[in-house]
Protein backbone atom coordinates (compact mmCIF):
# COMPACT_ATOMS: atom_id res chain seq x y z
CA UNK A 1 0.00 0.00 0.00
CA UNK A 2 2.85 2.62 0.53
CA UNK A 3 5.04 1.91 -2.11
CA UNK A 4 1.28 2.52 -4.49
CA UNK A 5 0.57 5.50 -2.33
CA UNK A 6 4.32 6.91 -3.39
CA UNK A 7 3.86 6.14 -7.04
CA UNK A 8 0.43 7.72 -7.18
CA UNK A 9 2.20 10.71 -5.09
CA UNK A 10 5.16 10.29 -7.66
CA UNK A 11 2.51 10.47 -11.12
CA UNK A 12 0.48 13.47 -9.51
CA UNK A 13 3.79 15.68 -8.90
CA UNK A 14 5.02 15.24 -12.42
CA UNK A 15 1.87 16.27 -13.76
CA UNK A 16 1.88 19.25 -11.43
CA UNK A 17 5.56 19.85 -12.75
CA UNK A 18 4.59 19.89 -16.34
CA UNK A 19 1.75 22.38 -15.93
CA UNK A 20 3.79 25.11 -14.16
CA UNK A 21 6.80 24.66 -16.77
CA UNK A 22 4.51 25.37 -19.16
CA UNK A 23 2.42 27.81 -18.05
CA UNK A 24 1.59 31.20 -19.85
CA UNK A 25 3.29 34.38 -18.47
CA UNK A 26 1.58 37.86 -18.76
CA UNK A 27 2.47 39.65 -22.07
CA UNK A 28 2.83 42.37 -19.86
CA UNK A 29 6.01 43.48 -18.28
CA UNK A 30 5.51 43.44 -13.64
CA UNK A 31 3.50 46.05 -12.75
CA UNK A 32 4.97 49.13 -10.92
CA UNK A 33 3.65 51.43 -8.09
CA UNK A 34 1.32 49.50 -7.10
CA UNK A 35 -1.47 51.01 -4.18
CA UNK A 36 -3.89 48.18 -3.03
CA UNK A 37 -7.13 49.30 -1.36
CA UNK A 38 -9.76 46.91 0.37
CA UNK A 39 -13.15 47.38 1.85
CA UNK A 40 -14.08 43.82 3.52
CA UNK A 41 -17.83 43.52 4.13
CA UNK A 42 -19.46 40.97 6.99
CA UNK A 43 -21.34 39.31 3.90
CA UNK A 44 -18.41 37.64 2.50
CA UNK A 45 -17.89 40.02 0.08
CA UNK A 46 -14.73 42.21 -0.94
CA UNK A 47 -13.82 45.42 -3.14
CA UNK A 48 -11.04 45.54 -4.86
CA UNK A 49 -9.14 48.49 -5.73
CA UNK A 50 -6.07 48.39 -7.30
CA UNK A 51 -3.68 51.06 -8.91
CA UNK A 52 -0.37 50.37 -10.51
CA UNK A 53 1.76 50.96 -13.65
CA UNK A 54 1.11 48.04 -16.79
CA UNK A 55 3.09 47.91 -19.75
CA UNK A 56 1.31 48.27 -23.18
CA UNK A 57 2.23 48.56 -26.64
CA UNK A 58 1.07 51.02 -29.18
CA UNK A 59 -2.16 50.23 -30.97
CA UNK A 60 -4.11 46.96 -30.04
CA UNK A 61 -2.34 44.09 -27.51
CA UNK A 62 -3.64 41.45 -25.05
CA UNK A 63 -2.67 42.43 -21.29
CA UNK A 64 -2.93 39.15 -18.98
CA UNK A 65 -2.97 39.45 -15.01
CA UNK A 66 -2.47 36.65 -12.44
CA UNK A 67 -2.63 37.56 -9.42
CA UNK A 68 -6.59 37.46 -9.05
CA UNK A 69 -8.50 36.04 -6.38
CA UNK A 70 -10.03 32.58 -7.32
CA UNK A 71 -13.24 33.75 -6.44
CA UNK A 72 -13.16 37.25 -7.81
CA UNK A 73 -16.59 38.10 -9.71
CA UNK A 74 -15.52 38.59 -13.41
CA UNK A 75 -18.75 40.88 -14.29
CA UNK A 76 -17.54 43.38 -11.62
CA UNK A 77 -14.54 43.53 -13.09
CA UNK A 78 -13.35 47.04 -14.56
CA UNK A 79 -10.32 48.58 -15.90
CA UNK A 80 -9.68 52.14 -16.48
CA UNK A 81 -6.62 54.56 -17.14
CA UNK A 82 -7.25 57.93 -15.16
CA UNK A 83 -5.73 59.76 -17.70
CA UNK A 84 -7.94 58.29 -20.85
CA UNK A 85 -4.81 56.78 -22.72
CA UNK A 86 -5.79 53.16 -23.51
CA UNK A 87 -9.63 51.79 -24.35
CA UNK A 88 -10.54 48.25 -22.85
CA UNK A 89 -11.83 46.55 -26.05
CA UNK A 90 -12.36 42.72 -24.63
CA UNK A 91 -12.49 41.16 -21.04
CA UNK A 92 -12.07 37.73 -20.62
CA UNK A 93 -11.89 35.77 -17.39
CA UNK A 94 -9.79 32.11 -18.06
CA UNK A 95 -10.43 29.79 -15.35
CA UNK A 96 -9.92 26.38 -17.34
CA UNK A 97 -6.98 25.43 -14.82
CA UNK A 98 -4.16 22.81 -15.52
CA UNK A 99 -5.20 20.00 -13.17
CA UNK A 100 -4.23 16.34 -13.84
CA UNK A 101 -7.90 15.17 -14.80
CA UNK A 102 -7.96 18.27 -16.76
CA UNK A 103 -4.96 17.81 -18.74
CA UNK A 104 -5.84 14.40 -19.16
CA UNK A 105 -8.85 15.13 -20.68
CA UNK A 106 -7.11 17.54 -23.28
CA UNK A 107 -5.40 14.66 -24.59
CA UNK A 108 -8.11 12.06 -25.13
CA UNK A 109 -7.60 10.08 -28.39
CA UNK A 110 -3.69 11.41 -28.35
CA UNK A 111 -0.36 8.90 -27.75
CA UNK A 112 0.51 9.30 -24.29
CA UNK A 113 3.38 6.91 -22.19
CA UNK A 114 3.27 5.49 -19.19
CA UNK A 115 6.18 4.26 -17.45
CA UNK A 116 5.96 1.75 -15.01
CA UNK A 117 7.35 0.46 -11.52
CA UNK A 118 9.99 -1.71 -13.31
CA UNK A 119 10.68 0.14 -15.95
CA UNK A 120 8.82 -1.17 -18.64
CA UNK A 121 7.10 1.55 -20.67
CA UNK A 122 3.74 1.32 -22.56
CA UNK A 123 2.28 3.89 -24.92
CA UNK A 124 -0.66 4.64 -26.82
CA UNK A 125 -3.81 6.80 -27.88
CA UNK A 126 -5.75 7.58 -24.34
CA UNK A 127 -9.41 6.40 -24.75
CA UNK A 128 -10.63 7.32 -21.38
CA UNK A 129 -9.73 7.42 -17.83
CA UNK A 130 -11.16 7.65 -14.34
CA UNK A 131 -9.51 8.05 -10.59
CA UNK A 132 -8.14 4.48 -11.40
CA UNK A 133 -7.13 3.21 -14.57
CA UNK A 134 -6.29 4.29 -17.57
CA UNK A 135 -7.56 3.29 -20.98
CA UNK A 136 -4.54 2.78 -23.62
CA UNK A 137 -4.93 1.58 -27.32
CA UNK A 138 -1.55 0.25 -28.41
CA UNK A 139 -0.27 0.91 -32.36
CA UNK A 140 -1.70 -2.85 -32.63
CA UNK A 141 -5.25 -1.99 -31.74
CA UNK A 142 -5.34 -3.84 -28.67
CA UNK A 143 -6.63 -2.14 -25.62
CA UNK A 144 -4.48 -1.95 -22.22
CA UNK A 145 -6.10 -1.19 -18.42
CA UNK A 146 -3.82 0.50 -16.53
CA UNK A 147 -3.69 0.44 -13.22
CA UNK A 148 -2.70 4.47 -12.37
CA UNK A 149 -1.24 3.80 -8.99
CA UNK A 150 1.25 1.51 -10.64
CA UNK A 151 2.42 4.25 -12.78
CA UNK A 152 5.56 5.68 -12.14
CA UNK A 153 5.60 8.26 -14.81
CA UNK A 154 3.02 9.56 -17.16
CA UNK A 155 4.59 11.24 -19.95
CA UNK A 156 2.77 14.08 -22.07
CA UNK A 157 4.15 16.00 -24.57
CA UNK A 158 3.03 20.01 -23.61
CA UNK A 159 0.63 21.30 -22.22
CA UNK A 160 -2.82 21.78 -23.97
CA UNK A 161 -3.40 25.15 -25.17
CA UNK A 162 -6.14 27.09 -23.27
CA UNK A 163 -4.98 25.46 -19.51
CA UNK A 164 -3.97 28.18 -17.11
CA UNK A 165 -2.11 27.33 -13.85
CA UNK A 166 -3.79 30.04 -12.33
CA UNK A 167 -7.25 31.95 -12.49
CA UNK A 168 -6.53 34.93 -15.17
CA UNK A 169 -7.55 38.07 -16.35
CA UNK A 170 -7.27 38.93 -20.17
CA UNK A 171 -7.56 42.48 -21.40
CA UNK A 172 -7.77 43.68 -24.97
CA UNK A 173 -6.32 46.84 -25.35
CA UNK A 174 -5.71 49.93 -27.52
CA UNK A 175 -3.47 52.47 -26.24
CA UNK A 176 -2.32 55.58 -27.30
CA UNK A 177 1.04 55.31 -26.94
CA UNK A 178 3.43 52.26 -25.50
CA UNK A 179 5.29 52.22 -22.12
CA UNK A 180 3.84 52.44 -18.63
CA UNK A 181 0.45 53.44 -18.52
CA UNK A 182 -1.30 53.82 -15.08
CA UNK A 183 -4.87 51.96 -14.32
CA UNK A 184 -6.96 51.30 -11.20
CA UNK A 185 -8.48 47.78 -11.44
CA UNK A 186 -11.66 47.39 -9.46
CA UNK A 187 -13.45 44.30 -9.04
CA UNK A 188 -15.29 42.51 -6.14
CA UNK A 189 -15.06 38.73 -4.36
CA UNK A 190 -16.44 36.48 -2.24
CA UNK A 191 -13.82 34.66 0.27
CA UNK A 192 -13.05 37.48 1.99
CA UNK A 193 -15.00 38.27 4.92
CA UNK A 194 -14.54 39.62 8.87
CA UNK A 195 -16.40 39.68 12.54
CA UNK A 196 -16.06 41.09 15.72
CA UNK A 197 -15.25 39.62 18.77
CA UNK A 198 -15.44 40.74 22.18
CA UNK A 199 -13.35 40.58 25.68
CA UNK A 200 -15.21 41.83 28.60
CA UNK A 201 -14.18 42.13 32.04
CA UNK A 202 -16.30 42.11 35.29
CA UNK A 203 -15.52 43.85 38.28
CA UNK A 204 -15.16 42.00 41.95
CA UNK A 205 -19.27 42.98 42.65
CA UNK A 206 -20.63 43.15 38.92
CA UNK A 207 -21.02 46.76 38.56
CA UNK A 208 -18.20 47.37 36.00
CA UNK A 209 -17.14 45.72 32.91
CA UNK A 210 -14.27 46.64 30.66
CA UNK A 211 -14.98 45.75 27.29
CA UNK A 212 -12.25 45.32 24.32
CA UNK A 213 -12.89 44.22 20.39
CA UNK A 214 -11.23 42.89 17.75
CA UNK A 215 -11.36 42.09 14.73
CA UNK A 216 -11.19 38.86 13.03
CA UNK A 217 -11.05 38.83 8.96
CA UNK A 218 -10.46 35.71 6.86
CA UNK A 219 -9.19 35.49 3.82
CA UNK A 220 -10.56 32.38 1.33
CA UNK A 221 -10.56 34.35 -1.79
CA UNK A 222 -7.76 33.06 -3.23
CA UNK A 223 -5.56 35.87 -3.61
CA UNK A 224 -2.97 37.46 -1.22
CA UNK A 225 -2.88 41.28 -0.47
CA UNK A 226 0.08 42.83 0.63
CA UNK A 227 0.46 46.13 2.13
CA UNK A 228 -2.94 47.05 1.53
CA UNK A 229 -5.11 50.22 2.89
CA UNK A 230 -8.26 47.88 4.78
CA UNK A 231 -12.05 49.14 5.13
CA UNK A 232 -14.53 47.47 7.25
CA UNK A 233 -18.03 47.86 6.72
CA UNK A 234 -20.50 47.12 9.38
CA UNK A 235 -24.44 46.50 8.48
CA UNK A 236 -26.67 44.46 6.38
CA UNK A 237 -25.90 45.46 2.76
CA UNK A 238 -28.08 44.21 0.58
CA UNK A 239 -26.88 41.77 -2.55
CA UNK A 240 -28.68 39.28 -4.78
CA UNK A 241 -28.37 36.21 -4.64
CA UNK A 242 -24.56 35.65 -5.75
CA UNK A 243 -23.79 33.15 -8.47
CA UNK A 244 -21.76 29.85 -7.74
CA UNK A 245 -17.77 30.41 -7.53
CA UNK A 246 -15.95 29.13 -10.77
CA UNK A 247 -13.03 27.92 -8.45
CA UNK A 248 -13.14 26.27 -4.97
CA UNK A 249 -10.35 26.35 -2.94
CA UNK A 250 -9.63 24.44 0.42
CA UNK A 251 -10.32 25.48 4.10
CA UNK A 252 -9.41 28.27 5.71
CA UNK A 253 -6.05 28.12 8.44
CA UNK A 254 -5.21 30.64 11.04
CA UNK A 255 -1.78 31.35 10.25
CA UNK A 256 -1.35 35.22 11.14
CA UNK A 257 -2.51 37.37 14.19
CA UNK A 258 -1.19 41.12 14.53
CA UNK A 259 -2.09 43.58 17.11
CA UNK A 260 -2.50 47.13 16.34
CA UNK A 261 -1.49 50.01 18.54
CA UNK A 262 -4.27 52.08 20.04
CA UNK A 263 -3.02 55.47 17.78
CA UNK A 264 -2.91 52.99 14.99
CA UNK A 265 -6.55 51.21 15.46
CA UNK A 266 -9.39 51.46 13.55
CA UNK A 267 -11.28 55.06 12.74
CA UNK A 268 -14.80 54.83 12.76
CA UNK A 269 -17.59 57.18 10.40
CA UNK A 270 -21.19 56.72 9.53
CA UNK A 271 -21.24 55.99 5.60
CA UNK A 272 -24.88 56.14 4.49
CA UNK A 273 -26.65 53.38 6.37
CA UNK A 274 -24.05 51.50 7.47
CA UNK A 275 -20.62 51.90 9.90
CA UNK A 276 -16.81 52.19 8.12
CA UNK A 277 -14.09 51.36 10.16
CA UNK A 278 -10.60 52.34 8.48
CA UNK A 279 -7.27 50.94 10.10
CA UNK A 280 -5.11 53.46 10.29
CA UNK A 281 -1.89 51.56 8.80
CA UNK A 282 -1.47 48.96 5.98
CA UNK A 283 -1.63 45.48 6.38
CA UNK A 284 -0.88 42.23 4.42
CA UNK A 285 -3.98 39.45 3.84
CA UNK A 286 -2.21 36.42 3.01
CA UNK A 287 -4.37 33.41 1.44
CA UNK A 288 -6.46 30.94 3.71
CA UNK A 289 -5.08 33.16 6.67
CA UNK A 290 -7.14 34.35 9.81
CA UNK A 291 -5.79 37.98 10.84
CA UNK A 292 -7.19 39.85 14.02
CA UNK A 293 -6.64 43.17 14.58
CA UNK A 294 -7.57 45.36 18.02
CA UNK A 295 -11.22 47.34 16.86
CA UNK A 296 -10.71 50.03 19.30
CA UNK A 297 -9.23 50.83 22.80
CA UNK A 298 -10.38 48.98 25.98
CA UNK A 299 -13.74 51.27 27.56
CA UNK A 300 -14.84 50.58 30.85
CA UNK A 301 -18.75 51.32 32.04
CA UNK A 302 -21.32 50.47 34.70
CA UNK A 303 -22.86 47.13 34.30
CA UNK A 304 -25.97 45.72 36.21
CA UNK A 305 -26.75 42.12 36.74
CA UNK A 306 -30.28 40.85 35.89
CA UNK A 307 -31.67 37.74 36.75
CA UNK A 308 -34.94 36.26 34.62
CA UNK A 309 -37.21 33.84 34.42
CA UNK A 310 -39.29 31.97 31.43
CA UNK A 311 -41.12 29.36 33.14
CA UNK A 312 -43.24 28.38 30.29
CA UNK A 313 -39.38 27.98 28.18
CA UNK A 314 -37.93 26.31 31.07
CA UNK A 315 -39.78 25.66 34.57
CA UNK A 316 -36.69 25.54 36.86
CA UNK A 317 -33.85 27.38 35.09
CA UNK A 318 -33.32 31.46 35.76
CA UNK A 319 -30.87 33.15 33.25
CA UNK A 320 -28.48 35.71 34.55
CA UNK A 321 -27.59 38.47 32.65
CA UNK A 322 -25.22 41.30 32.35
CA UNK A 323 -26.66 45.01 30.83
CA UNK A 324 -24.97 48.06 29.87
CA UNK A 325 -25.49 50.94 27.79
CA UNK A 326 -23.77 52.15 25.06
CA UNK A 327 -23.26 56.02 25.83
CA UNK A 328 -20.72 58.12 25.74
CA UNK A 329 -21.07 59.52 29.29
CA UNK A 330 -20.98 56.13 30.59
CA UNK A 331 -17.82 55.09 29.57
CA UNK A 332 -18.67 53.64 25.67
CA UNK A 333 -20.76 54.98 22.84
CA UNK A 334 -19.36 53.51 19.79
CA UNK A 335 -21.07 51.86 17.03
CA UNK A 336 -20.46 48.09 17.85
CA UNK A 337 -20.44 45.57 15.34
CA UNK A 338 -22.21 42.31 15.44
CA UNK A 339 -19.94 39.35 17.04
CA UNK A 340 -19.48 36.89 19.86
CA UNK A 341 -18.49 38.51 23.46
CA UNK A 342 -16.59 36.31 26.08
CA UNK A 343 -16.88 37.20 29.17
CA UNK A 344 -14.50 36.56 32.47
CA UNK A 345 -14.36 37.60 36.09
CA UNK A 346 -11.23 37.31 38.21
CA UNK A 347 -11.40 35.15 40.78
CA UNK A 348 -9.82 35.35 44.81
CA UNK A 349 -7.04 34.66 43.81
CA UNK A 350 -6.92 37.25 41.03
CA UNK A 351 -7.04 34.27 38.08
CA UNK A 352 -9.51 35.37 35.06
CA UNK A 353 -12.57 32.78 34.84
CA UNK A 354 -14.75 32.45 32.42
CA UNK A 355 -18.35 33.03 33.00
CA UNK A 356 -20.41 32.88 29.93
CA UNK A 357 -20.51 35.00 25.94
CA UNK A 358 -23.55 35.66 24.12
CA UNK A 359 -23.72 36.97 20.47
CA UNK A 360 -24.94 40.97 20.19
CA UNK A 361 -26.03 42.66 16.69
CA UNK A 362 -24.90 45.53 15.07
CA UNK A 363 -25.56 48.43 18.07
CA UNK A 364 -25.32 51.89 17.81
CA UNK A 365 -24.57 54.28 20.34
CA UNK A 366 -27.12 55.42 23.15
CA UNK A 367 -28.51 51.83 23.23
CA UNK A 368 -28.82 48.97 25.42
CA UNK A 369 -26.24 45.60 25.67
CA UNK A 370 -27.43 42.46 27.11
CA UNK A 371 -25.50 39.86 27.64
CA UNK A 372 -26.70 36.32 28.59
CA UNK A 373 -23.95 34.38 30.84
CA UNK A 374 -25.79 31.41 31.95
CA UNK A 375 -28.10 29.81 34.14
CA UNK A 376 -28.00 30.86 37.85
CA UNK A 377 -26.64 28.18 40.43
CA UNK A 378 -28.72 29.38 43.44
CA UNK A 379 -31.60 31.18 42.02
CA UNK A 380 -34.58 28.15 40.55
CA UNK A 381 -38.02 28.91 39.91
CA UNK A 382 -41.07 26.82 39.66
CA UNK A 383 -44.06 27.23 37.71
CA UNK A 384 -47.81 25.64 37.98
CA UNK A 385 -51.16 26.17 35.85
CA UNK A 386 -53.39 25.80 39.27
CA UNK A 387 -57.00 26.41 38.10
CA UNK A 388 -58.15 26.96 34.13
CA UNK A 389 -62.02 28.10 33.77
CA UNK A 390 -64.52 28.40 30.87
CA UNK A 391 -66.19 31.89 31.02
CA UNK A 392 -67.93 32.36 27.79
CA UNK A 393 -67.96 30.82 24.75
CA UNK A 394 -64.74 32.63 23.52
CA UNK A 395 -62.98 33.20 26.95
CA UNK A 396 -61.34 31.53 29.53
CA UNK A 397 -59.62 32.68 32.38
CA UNK A 398 -56.24 30.96 33.80
CA UNK A 399 -54.72 30.97 37.59
CA UNK A 400 -50.53 30.72 37.77
CA UNK A 401 -48.61 30.84 40.52
CA UNK A 402 -44.59 31.13 40.38
CA UNK A 403 -42.30 30.44 42.88
CA UNK A 404 -38.79 31.94 43.25
CA UNK A 405 -36.05 30.41 45.62
CA UNK A 406 -33.23 32.10 46.26
CA UNK A 407 -30.26 30.45 48.53
CA UNK A 408 -27.50 32.94 47.94
CA UNK A 409 -26.74 35.20 50.62
CA UNK A 410 -27.94 37.99 49.45
CA UNK A 411 -31.53 39.23 48.13
CA UNK A 412 -31.80 39.44 44.10
CA UNK A 413 -34.74 40.86 42.05
CA UNK A 414 -35.99 38.09 39.18
CA UNK A 415 -37.52 39.45 36.06
CA UNK A 416 -40.24 37.15 35.25
CA UNK A 417 -41.55 37.20 31.29
CA UNK A 418 -44.62 35.75 30.83
CA UNK A 419 -45.91 34.84 26.93
CA UNK A 420 -50.20 35.31 25.77
CA UNK A 421 -51.86 34.76 22.93
CA UNK A 422 -55.24 35.84 21.60
CA UNK A 423 -56.54 38.70 23.04
CA UNK A 424 -55.45 39.02 27.17
CA UNK A 425 -55.82 40.73 29.89
CA UNK A 426 -54.74 40.25 33.43
CA UNK A 427 -57.49 40.21 35.92
CA UNK A 428 -55.58 40.54 38.81
CA UNK A 429 -51.89 40.08 39.92
CA UNK A 430 -49.47 39.72 43.19
CA UNK A 431 -47.25 42.19 41.73
CA UNK A 432 -47.27 44.82 39.69
CA UNK A 433 -46.31 44.17 36.08
CA UNK A 434 -45.48 45.73 32.67
CA UNK A 435 -46.63 44.86 29.21
CA UNK A 436 -43.44 44.99 26.89
CA UNK A 437 -45.39 43.75 23.58
CA UNK A 438 -48.58 42.33 22.44
CA UNK A 439 -47.92 38.81 23.46
CA UNK A 440 -45.67 39.65 26.82
CA UNK A 441 -46.29 40.33 30.50
CA UNK A 442 -42.66 41.18 32.72
CA UNK A 443 -43.08 41.23 36.38
CA UNK A 444 -40.50 42.39 38.86
CA UNK A 445 -40.21 39.77 41.85
CA UNK A 446 -37.86 40.68 45.15
CA UNK A 447 -36.39 37.61 46.50
CA UNK A 448 -34.86 37.70 50.06
CA UNK A 449 -31.74 35.91 50.70
CA UNK A 450 -31.94 32.30 51.62
CA UNK A 451 -35.88 32.63 51.14
CA UNK A 452 -38.71 32.51 48.91
CA UNK A 453 -41.04 34.33 46.59
CA UNK A 454 -44.60 34.24 45.48
CA UNK A 455 -46.30 35.68 42.37
CA UNK A 456 -49.82 35.34 41.23
CA UNK A 457 -52.04 36.23 39.00
CA UNK A 458 -54.77 35.54 36.92
CA UNK A 459 -55.12 36.03 32.71
CA UNK A 460 -58.18 36.17 30.91
CA UNK A 461 -57.75 34.97 27.37
CA UNK A 462 -60.52 35.55 24.49
CA UNK A 463 -60.58 34.67 20.77
Known amino acids: MPSQYASARRWSVLLAAVAVTAGVLPVGAEPTGRDLRITVYNSNLGVVSDRRGIEVKSGQSSFELADVPALIDPTSVHLKAPGGELSVLEQNFQYDLAGSDRILQRYLDANVEAVFKGGDLRSGSLLSFDGGTLVLRGSDGAVNLVNRAETMDLRLPSLPSGLRTRPTLVWWLDSRKGGTVPVELSYMTEGLNWHAEYVAVTNEKDTAIELSAWVSLENNSGASYENAELQLVAGEVQRVAPPQPMFKRGRVQMDAMAMAAPEQGFEEESFFEYHLYTLGRRTTL ?161 VPKDGEAVLTFTVRTQW
Do not use: C
Not at 302 to 320: C, N, T
Not at 348 to 362: A, C, P, T, Y
Open 286 to 446: ADRETKQIALFPTASGPVRKLYEYDGQRDAKKVSVLLETENKAELGLGMPLPAGKVRTYKADSRGLLQFIGEDQIDHTPRNEKVRLRMGNAFDVVGERADKEQRRISDRAEERDVEIKLRNRKDEAVQVIVREHFWGSWTLVRSSLPSTKKDASTAEFQVD
